[in-house]
């Protein structure tokens, strides 16, 4: 039997305060550093290195890309850092969803009190769509945004014609 599977990455836009922060991570770390070699004091110039170190480290997590992987019933969303890293952030498995509607359905609007988690792009121009779910091993419910593709929507549709309104 052949298995049903799907993936999708859209890469997430930053709000306009990620880009001023940059700005002003880079303008202290480059004080720091002015500082550190003015001084020639090697406790700053430690602290000045180990400040690039940890900027350097960091950078990643301002460009981030979200892979959504359907198989069988269940989706991973993945985060890629800086086109780099991989880190899994979430599993779930569709036949404990209670919905899978677009995001300003009104078939949503039981559920918007809910956490939400948003592995979507965040633009204004795309379609999300929310899945009403549980977490496995926790009793509370979630409401996840994502941007799925055409092929995604459709496999979700085709197994679970009374969970999906799309």
């Not at 003015?38 to 979200?66: D, E, K, Q």
């Not at 899994?88 to 969803?97: F, G």
């Not at 121009?125 to 496995?136: F, L, P, Q, S």
Request: hydrophobic share 45%; proline share 4%; with cysteine.
């Amino acid at each position: 039997m052949e298995q049903a599977y799907a993936e999708f990455s859209v890469k997430r836009n930053n709000p306009p305060y990620i880009n001023a922060l940059k700005v002003v991570l880079i303008v202290v770390l480059v004080i720091l550093l002015l500082i550190a070699m003015l001084s020639r004091n090697g406790i700053m110039i430690a602290l000045g290195v180990g400040a690039a170190a940890l900027l350097g480290w960091y950078w990643p997590r301002f460009n981030v890309t979200w892979e959504y992987v359907y198989c069988d019933g269940q989706i991973d969303f993945d985060a890629i850092l800086g086109q780099d890293k991989r880190k899994s952030n979430l599993r779930i498995d569709l036949d404990d969803a209670d919905i899978i509607a677009p995001e300003k359905s009104p078939a949503l609007d039981g559920y918007r009190h809910l956490e939400v988690r948003d592995y979507s792009s965040r633009r204004k121009d795309v379609i999300r769509y929310g899945i009403a779910t549980k977490i496995e091993g926790k009793d509370a419910k979630i409401l996840i945004y994502f941007e799925p593709n055409e092929k995604m929507l459709t496999l979700i549709k085709d197994k679970y014609p009374n969970k999906s309104k799309l």
